[in-house]
């Protein structure tokens, strides 16, 4: 479930990418700059309808005309290759080789987050990202093991996945998951 991601250090990278202070994000929400620090560090976590709000603050769409070269760059790839959001894991743009697997097609998920289908070790993977540094700065790479998922609508298979964070056009950040092996 979206909900279940790690949403203070996007928030923390969003606003610093866009030049937005913690006191206008606390406006926005009518809570304390305090609080909006606590979300960041992660001493705290937002209250459900406080993360509904960020997340639909932070996430990238990658629909404009701006982002279509790298969308048509995905989506023509012989790679086994898609791009989702950073922040929420809704799909942007996949390769015909990504959706091969899967029981429909890719523009059936465009928008929806691929976070369920994920595998124990992508789940394990997204848990240390917080510690690696990863929501500080766009141009991060992080490749690992992941095995198979027991899903038969979005499968992913035992491989060595590749996750490289991509700025797109409205200043969120894209992640391009790539199939190496």
Known sequence: MILDLPVGR???RFRRLNGIKQGHVAELFSVSQGTVSRWESGTHEPEIHHRERIFAMIAAQANNDADAALRRLVCSSTMAVHLVCDATHRLLAASPSRVAGWASRADDFIGRSLWPFASPEIVAAEA????RGWFEQPGQRLRFHTGSNDS????????LMQWETVP?????IGRLTTTIE
């Open 128 to 131: 240390g990202l917080r510690d």
């Open 152 to 159: 038969n609508v979005v499968v992913v298979r035992a491989s």
């Open 168 to 172: 797109l056009a409205d200043g969120r």
């Open 10 to 12: 996007a928030l923390h």
